[in-house]
């Protein structure tokens, strides 16, 4: 052991103690609030965008994406438009008009920079800008031109030739499914399952079923062993961002392909390790995650953060054993008592996050265990903040109430099949669809039926016996007409009948119309009228520019489908003429604008307008007393509840 490491090695573990310390006092932290919405509150005050008077410098990194990533799904959960400001304002700051990245070097090829491609996927997916779609497609070329490994791995760096850190299976693979999904690159899905595998099969310790920090296959750098070329050590936020990337592509992974399993199969192994390797009584992880007993080793934040998101995003989707929810439970509260404190002016902070840590460089970094104790622990490090985000997001979306398990959520895309051009000239179904996040989609919707356990679907075919037999819920939204559509697909009797008869037999079905401007009401009325229900050849609640309260609709707390009440917005409506056997539930000014009924044992809601769409719900565009979002949550909930 040289001078330097004995030093380091004996102050670290005090240093440790000291942020320990600190951290047990737990100061006026209140887990009844949200805890993801705390920490973002923080970083947002901490990193403030965009950079007034160049008051710190820019720099294209991995942790911005870190923090971004988690507050995104804040976003999604809330509908919170600030944080969408927040993430559009921060990618602003480095993208110009052209989609030029500033501080990005393409000839690095370093796999870190590739993190913030799902930033820009988001924002060119809600936005529509191409400026955002340009800079991510730089970073897809890197990663076609990034060097390899001979079984087919990205290298890490250019600089690190030959090696492979699990962290770059976090950095780059995301991005890449999520790309090969929105421009059709099927062959990208085999890739992404072999680089997986790859790096498991190099360097998976077979005894403990931990993954090595990092592999090299040239076996030349001094921290590799010369037979298999792994790292010394099992390092906790290596393996951490191992399994946040397995969750994370399994979200556009799809559901048919052949490999889906070999990754269902590495998250299975891992969570294994990641269970045996938590510490039993306090939760937590170590830094090192198979030596808990070694001189000056500690628990860490990143890790222990990034293990709880991996477990219970895993068991919310169904991916591992409902087992590891009481891991995740255990890591969570973990966190809560031993890293988070709230400062005086009501900030919630994370400490206990080890800065950093690598492997060879300049200084040369030797994957020892004295080097991972050397490397300092912070307050608030981008990493851990956005992982712990992420964990608490995660955790908090066990606050509703799983009336979605077992069932499933059938969006109609036959009658209402609009295509436009993608960017690159391809034909693309859009409005009022699950995979669309601009104004006109149900993405958001979409997610929140998920968040309930619920499977969301499409058919793209007219309704028949078999294809609505697995719907529990079955949603149709603003029939085409000719000026939308060339060849509309037209409500006739066959339809009808098959929609009838499912309802009877235990189908609940969402009706949304639009003013007969913008929707065939004839036609979808001959299935309306099957519930007493009429779509009105009329148009209410016009609402001029941005004078939202125009189309402010009111629903009163103890309402039957909305029991908290909601301020909405409707706008450019259908009112509705009902009869026996439907009901009334929204009225505004002597119109009914929302009615239910009933038909042997199953349910109908019906709306004249398809008001829960994206527009309307994520935060961006109408003032905050607007409460769309909230509406939807309480419908999506009822109509879970009417399904059998």
Aim: glycine share 8%.
């Amino acid at each position: 052991m040289t001078k330097f490491k004995k030093i380091c090695f004996l102050i670290v573990p005090v240093l440790i103690m000291m942020g320990s310390c600190a951290s047990i006092k737990n100061k006026k932290v209140d887990d009844k609030k949200s805890l993801s919405e705390e920490l973002s509150k923080t970083i947002i005050d901490k990193y403030a965008y965009p950079v007034l008077n160049e008051s710190r410098p820019l720099k294209w990194t991995y942790e911005t994406g870190v923090y971004l990533t988690g507050i995104s799904q804040v976003w999604k959960r809330t509908g919170k438009g600030e944080y969408f400001k927040y993430i559009q304002d921060c990618m602003d700051s480095f993208i110009d008009e052209q989609g030029n990245i500033k501080t990005y070097k393409f000839a690095d090829y370093n796999i870190d920079n590739v993190r913030n491609g799902v930033n820009l996927m988001l924002l060119y997916k809600v936005t529509g800008k191409k400026k955002y779609y340009t800079a991510a497609a730089q970073l897809r070329k890197q990663l076609q031109e990034q060097p390899r490994t001979n079984g087919g791995s990205f290298w890490h760096k250019k600089i690190y030739p030959w090696q492979v850190w699990l962290d770059g299976l976090y950095m780059g693979m995301p991005f890449y499914t999520e790309w090969a999904v929105e421009f059709n690159e099927p062959e990208v899905f085999d890739d992404v399952v072999n680089q997986f595998v790859d790096i498991e099969k190099q360097a998976r310790d077979t005894n403990t079923g931990l993954i090595y920090h990092g592999w090299d296959e040239s076996k030349e750098q001094a921290w590799a062993n010369k037979t298999t070329g792994n790292s010394p050590n099992f390092w906790g936020r290596a393996m951490g961002w191992y399994g946040m990337a397995l969750v994370d592509v399994l979200d556009n992974f799809p559901k048919d392909h052949p490999k889906r399993t070999e990754l269902l199969a590495v998250l299975n192994r891992l969570a294994i390790s990641i269970q045996m390797s938590q510490d039993k009584k306090n939760g937590l992880w170590y830094q090192i995650l198979d030596k808990p007993d070694g001189k000056g080793n500690y628990l860490e934040a990143s890790a222990s953060s990034m293990f709880v998101y991996t477990l219970a995003k895993a068991v919310r989707m169904g991916y591992v054993d409902a087992s590891f929810e009481k891991v995740a439970e255990k890591g969570y509260a973990g966190i809560k008592n031993q890293f988070l404190e709230t400062d005086d002016k009501g900030f919630l902070h994370l400490n206990g996050t080890v800065s950093v840590a690598g492997l060879g460089g300049k200084p040369y970094r030797d994957g020892s265990y004295e080097y991972y104790l050397s490397e300092k622990v912070v307050q608030d490090d981008p990493k851990g903040a956005g992982a712990f985000i992420m964990a608490a997001n995660e955790m908090e979306l066990r606050n509703i109430s799983q009336v979605g398990a077992g069932k499933t959520v059938m969006l109609d895309n036959f009658f209402n099949n609009e295509f436009r051009k993608d960017i690159n000239g391809n034909n693309q179904s859009f409005h009022y669809v699950w995979n669309e996040w601009d104004n006109n989609g149900f993405g958001l919707l979409g997610e929140h039926f998920r968040y309930t356990g619920a499977k969301t679907e499409t058919i793209k075919e007219s309704p028949t016996e078999t294809n609505l037999a697995n719907a529990s819920v079955y949603i149709i939204v603003d029939p085409d007409t000719k000026k939308e559509t060339e060849f509309p697909h037209y409500m006739q009797a066959p339809a009808i009948q098959n929609i009838v008869e499912w309802v009877k037999k235990g189908g609940v079905l969402l009706l949304m119309a639009n003013d007969s401007s913008n929707a065939e009401l004839p036609h979808f009325n001959d299935l309306a009228r099957q519930f007493g229900i009429e779509f009105k050849n009329e148009l209410k609640n016009p609402v001029t520019g941005s004078q939202f309260d125009m189309g402010l609709i009111k629903i009163d707390a103890g309402n039957q489908v909305f029991p908290l009440g909601a301020t909405t917005y409707l706008k450019e409506i259908s009112t509705l003429g009902l009869k026996e056997p439907a009901k009334a539930v929204v009225n505004h000014n002597g119109d009914v604008v929302m009615a239910t009924s009933k038909l042997g044992k199953g349910t109908v809601f019906a709306v004249g307008d398809p008001w829960l769409y994206n527009e309307y719900t994520d935060g961006r565009k109408l003032p905050n007393k607007f409460e769309n979002l909230q509406a939807a949550q309480q419908l999506v909930a009822w109509l879970l509840k009417q399904a059998k």
